[in-house]
């Protein structure tokens, strides 16, 4: 049997989707209720979300929706506030308003972005300066916080260190696009191995996830680990699950 997530039938069926929806709304003129409409009709599939949006997490793109899925649709019914770093044309805002029905959903960004619709509150910023993301702290907890910004180095691990805190108990934090750690041109990146890297990051996250029993041995060197129970790495995306206590 052959299977559908992640196969070519599933991304090419997708693709025919967007297209339906692209060439519809030059027939209508472009129509965030279409749009909405669509959404309802399946609101747990992201990869549906994702081709009525257009946002490039989606099959037919980076392909991050099937992970999304795996680790989110625990928290659909309970997620109270969303924070997604980098809106653009806001389409995943609008993917994660119709995936967590009861949350607030929340977008920062360096441009001045308007994305209509309810549950939806977009603020201006720049994800790199402290004060900003000390004020986006004290608008947690967050239940997920997902950094699809500048992708610029020294801004992920910026961003990380002034919002990880805020993840409420339970809660995940998403680093997206992490191939960008190779990239110099504009990214900062470098070299496998360099350090100031989000890859460098997750490395050393991997600490925390055992800081039980570092902790027993090095007591000083474990209090100053990062308290985290899950880390998953997959191609370009690490999802980081905070301690549920
Ligand atoms: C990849 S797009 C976001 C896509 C959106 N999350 C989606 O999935 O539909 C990246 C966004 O990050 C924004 N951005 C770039 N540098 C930034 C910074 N320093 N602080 C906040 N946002 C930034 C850009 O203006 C752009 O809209």
């Known amino acids: 049997m052959t299977r559908w997530h992640g196969s070519r039938a599933r991304n090419t069926t997708y693709r025919a989707i967007i297209k339906a929806r ?6 209508l003129g472009p129509t965030l209720t279409l749009r909405h409409l669509l959404g309802r009709l399946n609101r747990s599939n992201l990869s549906w979300l994702a081709a009525v949006y257009g946002s490039d997490k989606g099959a037919a793109s980076h392909g991050y929706v099937d992970h999304y899925e795996r680790y989110l649709t625990g928290l659909r019914s309970n997620a ?3 924070l997604e770093i980098g809106i653009y044309r806001g389409a995943s805002l609008q993917m994660w308003r119709d995936f967590f029905p009861h949350a607030e959903v929340y977008g920062l960004d360096i441009k001045e972005i308007e994305v209509p619709g309810s549950r939806i509150h977009t603020l201006v910023g720049d994800q790199s300066d402290p004060a900003l993301l000390a004020r986006l702290a004290e608008l947690g907890p967050w239940d997920l ?16 260190a002034g919002l990880y805190d805020s993840v409420a108990p ?3 934090y998403v680093i997206e696009d ?11 990146g470098g070299p496998p191995g360099m350090d100031g890297t989000s890859v460098s990051l997750i490395r ?3 600490d925390g996830v055992n800081r039980r029993y570092a ?3 090095y007591p000083d060197a474990a ?22 206590v």
């Open 22 to 27: 692209v060439e519809a709304e030059k027939k």
């Open 145 to 160: 916080i997902i950094d699809d910004g500048s992708h610029k180095q020294s801004h992920v691990l910026a961003t990380f």
């Open 215 to 217: 902790m027993r041995d």
């Open 170 to 172: 339970g809660g995940y």
């Open 204 to 206: 050393g996250l991997l």
């Open 223 to 244: 209090n100053a680990l990062t308290p985290v129970d899950e880390v998953h790495l997959f191609e370009k995306i690490a999802f980081l699950r905070k301690p549920r």
């Open 80 to 82: 109270r506030r969303v």
């Open 178 to 188: 992490m191939h960008t750690s190779y990239w110099p041109n504009g990214y900062e």
